[in-house]
């Protein structure tokens, strides 16, 4: 079946330490975005992808990395520059040549601090 | 993207219709209102977009008012498993661009 797999499900960072969360899709779209969600909110855009070797900075791009090596893979790095990473992280996808077409998730990573 | 507004809370009785308002007063000619919802530890479920005109899928309906101003997300008959956050986002229909996700509305359907 065609769709976003986010993974792991589930991550627990030390202080200072980097990690990485992975997002692929196999669903052929040209646009990926990374949100953050904090308990009782909304998403919040951290990055976003239109097309590969390209990505543009969102609301919160403070203390994250990304890279668009490949069109279906859009990992987030979360720097240790980032003080408060506890937070749902959600990937999401987009055809981007069909104007109006809607954004596809994954099932998201809960990251948490040890 | 324009932005919008959503009371943060509303009930149903399960089985009656479910009325979701949302405002979107700054939208402009060529922005889509979508409407996601997201089951908790879920990631958003896509359920249905429109420009101007009134559409309806298998999941609900979209009412979009004249003036473009205003729009309300009906699920005909709800049952306990819509229970949920409903977000409205508003988005530009041409180019590239991102969208911008508020609070929603947390949405609870009562036996």
């Known amino acids: 079946d065609g769709g976003i797999t986010q993974s792991p499900k589930y991550l627990f960072r030390k202080e200072g330490q980097n990690v990485t969360l992975s997002c692929e899709q196999n669903?052929?779209?040209?646009?990926m975005y990374w949100y953050r969600q904090d308990p009782g909110q909304g998403l919040r855009l951290i990055y976003y992808?239109?097309?590969?070797?390209?990505?543009q900075k969102g609301d919160i791009a403070e203390g994250y990395s990304v890279s668009r090596e490949k069109k279906e893979s859009f990992p987030l790095t979360v720097t240790s520059a980032q003080k408060n990473p506890t937070a749902f992280y959600l990937c999401?996808?987009?055809?981007?040549?069909?104007?109006?077409?809607?954004?596809?998730f994954g099932d998201g990573t809960r990251l948490s601090i040890l | 993207d324009a932005k919008t507004t959503q009371p943060t809370s509303m009930d149903c009785a399960e089985g009656r219709a479910a009325n979701l308002p949302c405002n979107h007063s700054t939208i402009s000619g060529n922005e889509y209102v979508y409407w996601y919802r997201q089951i908790h530890s879920q990631g958003p479920q896509y359920i249905i977009h429109g420009l101007k005109n009134n559409e309806t899928n298998e999941m609900a309906s979209l009412i979009i008012t004249e003036d473009r101003k205003s729009s309300t997300l009906i699920l005909p008959h709800a049952t306990l498993r819509d229970t949920a956050v409903y977000y409205c986002?508003?988005?530009?229909?041409?180019?590239?661009?991102?969208?911008?996700f508020g609070d929603g509305t947390t949405l609870t359907v009562k036996p």
């Open positions: 986002i508003v988005r530009v229909a041409e180019g590239r661009g991102k969208s911008t």
């Open positions: 999401a996808s987009r055809r981007e040549g069909d104007s109006n077409q809607p954004q596809h």
């Open positions: 669903l052929n779209h040209d646009a």
């Open positions: 992808s239109q097309i590969v070797n390209d990505f």
